[in-house]
């Protein structure tokens, strides 16, 4: 089943206390990318990945790190997380960035006490 | 870069009636503008959407509009039933970025039976 996997689904986590959420796609994407999603701001952009080895910065990208090594994972950092990081994450993949539909994982609820 | 505006953030109608929710956008340039669905704790999911060389697409009970002059595209739901309850995205493409979307911040629609 083609399909986007995020990892974990919820995180309660202290300030400071560095943390990794995984994302692995298993349908070949070359493009994936990361959100936020907060009330009444709708889908942000943090981070996003071309290809392997490629990556760049979105719309909200402080305080967030990733890497792509591989083609199927794309990993979210956050080396030191504060309590405005608490959102909804999305990670999502696609044939390409733009015309084509963008799958999403099941999300991720982080809490930064 | 891109900018979509969506309305209104809450809709409320009764089951059987048509609901339109409404974005902009800002560059002229957009050539891709999908609409989301997401269901309440679920991922957000493609449900339409619409190339800038199409005036209209329908797929059942669900269109979409795009007025390239005005840049502003629509979605329409027919005969709305409480499953259509969920909050629902637009977004455009940003040929500037890469092609990346940029999402609309979002409108709940409750379907009341």
């Known amino acids: 089943e083609a399909q986007v996997t995020q990892n974990p689904r919820y995180l309660i986590t202290v300030t400071g206390k560095k943390l990794t959420v995984t994302c692995s796609q298993n349908?070949?994407?070359?493009?994936m990318s990361w959100y936020r999603q907060d009330p009444g701001l709708g889908l942000r952009q943090i981070y996003y990945?071309?290809?392997?080895?490629?990556?760049d910065k979105g719309d909200v990208p402080e305080g967030y790190k990733v890497s792509r090594k591989e083609k199927r994972n794309f990993p979210l950092i956050l080396e030191s997380p504060s309590p405005n990081q608490t959102s909804l994450y999305f990670c999502?993949?696609?044939?390409?960035?733009?015309?084509?539909?963008?799958?999403f994982g099941q999300g991720t609820r982080l809490t930064v006490v | 870069g891109e900018n979509v505006e969506q309305h209104p953030s809450t809709l409320s109608v009764q089951e059987g009636d048509s609901a339109v929710i409404k974005c902009t956008y800002s560059d002229s340039a957009s050539n891709y503008f999908p609409w989301y669905k997401q269901e309440l704790g679920k991922r957000p999911q493609l449900i339409i959407d619409?190339?800038?060389?199409?005036g209209e697409k329908k797929d059942q009970r669900i269109a979409v509009t795009l007025n390239k002059t005005a840049k502003h595209f629509s979605l329409h739901i027919t005969e709305t039933q409480p499953e259509d309850s969920a909050v629902y995205f637009c977004a455009a493409s940003d040929r500037e970025y890469g092609n990346k979307l940029v999402f609309g911040a979002g409108t709940i629609l409750r379907v009341k039976s």
């Open positions: 999502a993949s696609s044939l390409g960035p733009g015309g084509t539909e963008a799958f």
């Open positions: 990945s071309m290809n392997v080895e490629v990556t």
């Open positions: 349908m070949n994407h070359e493009y």
């Open positions: 619409i190339r800038s060389n199409v």
